[in-house]
């Protein structure tokens, strides 16, 4: 990853020397893994260029249009796409590529010929993104492309970003756009954070209140959760949720960009908006109200209530059916066990399953276990599987094909890969984009608090060195986060 910040420096450098000859520059971000320059005649893109895709073949025609998008929005200039052969100035796309890994792709730039030959579609769209990045922004206009061969692939199976859509709400058209920022960066994987204690966020047919209640809070906090004391509140009721409609579309716009959207209902804690809409669901059964501010809070899904599961399994019917994911993520942070502890009916769901804590995890904890693999065994029924935060570990009994996501740090990811349980890297201190990007807090807007320069980042290496190499292929790859407590507007985001 240090490369990158190298080939930033480069491209910075270049843009500082006022360098116009050539301003197209392959050293992108995520930097390919072989760039290598043939000595010919560079290839001059202009408004004769025509981008070709094979004939009949659908998602290359798409990726073509994506390509001609680009180079308009960029130069200006409008470029035909064509099915089938050309002589001329060609843009070639096709998926003759050899290689294991299917989001692999080469580029070839010839004096006459660009060529983005992908071992899939998906490979190809990455060649494309590549492409597009190369074009220095500064001088779209100059669209001198030296010849080269490039040849990259992946090295994660798993590149993703999240957003949480509770604390703030940003609407169908900001979604989009930051799908396209991924799809920028070659991410495949878009965590989407659904539901949190501030706010219920996505329409559920069988549950109405979810969102008529749910999904609107009295108030909002105002300044920082634990510097600014006493708390003060704007007086204004904050909400919005999707509906399955704008779902649907969401997920196919993500689709159309190889990026599968992960929807995550976060449970049994972070769950005071559900408890809002159906206090029956909670161990005390009354007042609760839609966080108004950020935080954890001790009421939670009450799992000794067969009403919960009832409820959680209607949620996730409607959820798969939205959203065609493979990977369903469950959330399972930050749940106390205050409420569980003294509630009868937890007690007594304890008991029934014959919880008794083993030393080092206490008998809720093993309840909180046991709450995750019920709807992971229903969830696997429709051939899905579960992503749970690293707090899954808790009460460790969780099945094998938990997937666990290391928040608090690389520890829960370590841990889950040495149990041979898949994980994602996504350790706050590296890459948690709440944070703080500048060393002056004075200087930085209101945040959660930690700096997190962009260096950091860079260097961040899912494998940890204390894994062995069989233990390493357990990681699946990392995850930045977007948490937006602070983050009130698409343009702060
Ligand atoms: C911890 S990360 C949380 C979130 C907060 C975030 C703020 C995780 C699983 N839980 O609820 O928004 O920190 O950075």
């Not at 709807?375 to 051939?383: A, C, D, N, V």
Request: hydrophobic share 35%; with cysteine.
């Amino acid at each position: 990853m240090k490369k990158l910040l190298f080939s930033t420096l480069a491209l910075c450098l270049m843009a500082c020397c006022k360098e116009t000859k050539p301003v197209v520059n392959y050293e992108v971000i995520p930097l390919p893994q072989s760039i290598e320059y043939t000595e010919q005649e560079p290839f001059q893109l202009d408004a004769k260029t025509v981008i070709t895709y094979p004939q009949g073949n659908a998602l290359q025609e798409k990726n073509a249009s994506f390509l001609a998008s680009y180079i308009q929005e960029l130069s200006g200039m409008p470029i035909k796409t064509q099915a089938g052969v050309t002589n001329g100035k060609r843009i070639v796309l096709k998926t003759d590529l050899q290689n294991a890994n299917q989001e692999a792709y080469q580029l070839t730039v010839t004096s006459d010929q660009i060529t983005i030959d992908g071992a899939s579609p998906a490979g190809v769209f990455y060649g494309i993104q590549t492409l597009r990045k190369s074009i220095d922004v500064t001088h779209p206009k100059a669209l001198v492309f030296p010849t080269v061969v490039i040849n990259d692939a992946p090295r994660f199976a798993y590149r993703g970003m999240h957003f949480d859509v509770s604390r703030h709400f940003f609407t169908v058209d900001f979604i989009k756009q930051y799908i396209d920022i991924l799809a920028l960066h070659n991410l495949n994987k878009f965590h989407w954070h659904l539901t949190d204690d501030q706010g219920w966020r996505i329409e559920i047919k069988k549950y109405p209140r979810l969102t008529e209640v749910g999904s609107m809070r009295k108030e909002t906090l105002i300044g920082h959760l634990l510097k600014d004391k006493p708390h003060q509140f704007d007086g204004k009721p904050y909400g919005g949720f999707y509906t399955q409609e704008q779902i649907k579309e969401i997920v196919k716009y993500a689709q159309d960009r190889y990026i599968t959207i992960i929807p995550e209902i976060d449970i049994p804690g972070h769950t005071l908006a559900v408890l809002t809409a159906y206090p029956e669901l909670g161990c005390t059964g009354k007042d609760y109200a839609v966080g108004t501010k950020w935080g954890v809070f001790d009421d939670v899904l009450c799992a000794g209530n067969e009403a919960s599961y009832k409820f959680l399994e209607d949620v996730f019917d409607e959820l798969t059916e939205l959203f065609p994911s493979k990977y369903i993520h469950i959330g399972g942070d930050e749940c106390p066990k205050t409420r569980w502890k003294e509630c009868p009916k937890c007690q007594a769901k304890i008991k029934a399953l014959g919880l008794k804590g083993d030393g080092e995890h206490t008998a809720e904890q093993q309840l909180q276990g046991y709450v995750v693999s019920r709807i992971e065994q229903f969830l696997k029924k429709k051939g899905r599987e579960v992503i749970g935060w690293d707090e899954i570990l808790e009460g460790n009994n969780i099945s094998q094909d938990a997937i666990v996501m290391s928040w608090r740090g690389t520890e829960g990811g370590i841990a889950a890969a040495q149990r041979h349980n898949r994980a994602i890297m996504t350790p706050h201190y590296s890459l948690y984009f709440d944070y703080n990007q500048g060393e002056d807090p004075s200087k930085e807007p209101l945040s959660i608090g930690e700096y997190l320069p962009v260096k950091k980042v860079y260097d961040y290496e899912p494998i940890d060195p204390k894994l062995t190499p069989e233990q390493g292929k357990y990681i699946l790859g990392a995850q930045a986060n977007l948490w937006t407590e602070y983050i009130a507007s698409p343009a702060h985001a």
